[in-house]
T-cell receptor, first 112, second 114 residues
Framework: NAGVTQTPKFQVLKTGQSMTLQCAQD?????MYWYRQDPGMGLRLIYY???????DKGEVPNGYNVSRLNKREFSLRLESAAPSQTSVYFC???????????FGPGTRLTVT | DQQVKQNSPSLSVQEGRISILNCDYTNSMFDYFLWYKKYPAEGPTFLISISSIKDKNEDGRFTVFLNKSAKHLSLHIVPSQPGDSAVYFC?????????????FGTGTRLKVLA
């Protein structure tokens, strides 16, 4: 039982490049989330998926897209990376809406 | 506008003593409050939560107190141990427009000195 896994752990992109951050959970959770963490800013919600087949914008969705591929997997895509997207990205899942969240180990992304 | 605030970026406490981490919020419609602990290079892990209808919840060395009139909650760790050194985030949960959303504070870095 791995919980929530994220790949890659680290990534360096040039401005304008694209990439997809992968997230998977093996806890049969319905809800999944993507956050970014910046110094002094806490965790800010980018997108979330309350259940398979649905996705909604969070607090800071601009520049990102998501796909809830199936119940296990929720990916985050940067179509044209910008230096402002340099951050640590966390994926989380929850067994029920409103329950505690389980977080992955994070992806540290640097855009130069 | 920050709806959940942790005004102390850092806190140092001697091993064995009490650690008190504070969190203030502005929205009286929050349903639940949660505390998460985060070690470097790891994701946050859930620690303890409290419903907005309660004023205290205890789990081992960890107790969360909620003062609704002051819109303030605190996490008490007694006794503090070196392994408690981490960043602690408080989070508030609200249900609006058919969706649950979590709002996180900026975190407090706790250092427990041996």
């Amino acid at each position: 039982n791995a919980g929530v896994t994220q790949t890659p752990k680290f990534q360096v992109l040039k401005t304008g490049q694209s990439m997809t951050l992968q997230c998977a959970q093996d806890m049969n959770h319905n809800s999944m989330y993507w956050y970014r963490q910046d110094p002094g800013m806490g965790l800010r919600l980018i997108y979330y998926s309350a259940s398979e087949g649905t996705t909604d914008k969070g607090e800071v969705p601009n520049g990102y897209n998501v796909s809830r591929l199936n119940k296990r997997e929720f990916s985050l895509r940067l179509e044209s990376a910008a230096p402002s997207q340099t951050s640590v990205y966390f994926c989380a899942s929850s067994g029920r809406q409103g329950g505690e969240q389980y977080f992955g180990p994070g992806t540290r992304l640097t855009v130069t | 506008d920050q709806q959940v605030k942790q005004n102390s970026p850092s806190l140092s406490v001697q091993e064995g003593r009490i650690s008190i981490l504070n969190c203030d919020y502005t929205n009286s419609m929050f349903d639940y409050f949660l505390w998460y602990k985060k070690y470097p290079a790891e994701g946050p892990t859930f620690l303890i939560s409290i419903s907005s209808i309660k004023d205290k919840n205890e789990d081992g060395r960890f107790t969360v107190f909620l003062n609704k009139s002051a819109k303030h909650l605190s996490l008490h760790i007694v006794p503090s141990q070196p392994g408690d050194s981490a960043v602690y985030f408080c989070a508030a949960l609200t249900y609006t427009s058919g969706t649950y959303k979590y709002i996180f504070g900026t975190g407090t870095r706790l250092k427990v000195l041996a």
